[in-house]
Structures are given as C-alpha cells and as structure tokens.
C-alpha cells in the first residue's frame, strides 16, 4: 500500500520541490519538512498529559492505567521512529536528483499520518496495530536500503568524505 500511496501522492499532487542545487540547501529543506512529521508526536504527548492528569490512578508514580499506557507507548515508539526516519531522510535527500525531491515532503506526510493510523489502531486493539507500524516501518526500511545501496553502489569513493 504505501508504494501506491506514494506513487499516487508523487503523480497527482500538484507540487514540484524548489530548485535546491547544494547539499545544505537539501538539508536544510528536509529539515523543514520533518518538522511536521512531529505533529502526531506532540499530539501524542498533549494526550498522554491529559490522560495522566484524568486517570482514577490514586498514585501519580504507580502503576499505569491501559488508557495512560496506550498514549505513553505511543509516544516512545513515535519518537523512536521519527529520529531514525528523520536520519533518513537527510542521507536520502543528498542522493535523490532534483526531480525526486518532491519525495521528500510525501514521505514525511507518509510518516505522520501512519504514525496517526497506529495510534488509532493501537487504541481499538493491540492486535490491529501492525497496519499502522507497517506502514511506518517498511518505507523506513526502504529508505534505510536505498541509502546503504547509494553509499556503497553509487558513489562509494565518496562513503567516507
């Protein structure tokens, strides 16, 4: 599903990436792009307070409720998730040719509404979330493979400067 949902977005979606000819220029767009991939994690962590805040618990430090645990959960892999997918996307945009940079904002939102999708899945039922972590996971180990294929294949006297 996500390489459809990707490749649907990439076709579809009327915007191009601005021209970005150095690698800093790259970056530094990519870094603007992941600063709404934490939008499901900052919404995770307002949760979790409010859910903390209301829980019948009579120990603030005691044991976790499931609805408090759900949230806390959530935002622990979440942010997990996002440094690894963040790193990424940093290596991954130095390599994409201009053309495919428009990749970039698509994986974000990819990112943040699959992280959406788990948290959703994970409150219903523990044994729902697969759909959303997949959805998380795989176009992270896609990027994760592309770059060790880039570094190694494509530009390998360039792997350590």
Known sequence: LCPCLIYGAYVFLPFDAPLLPTIS??????????????????LGMI???????C????????????EVEIHRTYVSQSIHLFILYFFNMAVLATYLPQE??????????????????????YAISRSFR?????????????????????MFVLEPEGLLS
């Open 25 to 42: 220029a790259r970056l530094v767009y990519t870094l603007r792009c992941a600063a709404f991939a934490t939008f499901p994690i900052v």
């Open 47 to 53: 949760v979790s307070g409010i859910s903390r805040l």
């Open 55 to 66: 829980s019948s618990a009579l120990e603030p430090f005691g044991e976790l409720q499931r």
């Open 100 to 121: 495919l940079l428009k990749l970039i904002p698509l994986l974000t939102g990819l990112f943040a509404i699959s992280r959406l999708i788990f948290w959703l899945s």
């Open 130 to 150: 697969a759909f959303g972590f997949s959805m998380t996971f795989l176009p992270l180990l896609a990027m994760l493979l592309w770059n060790l294929y880039g």
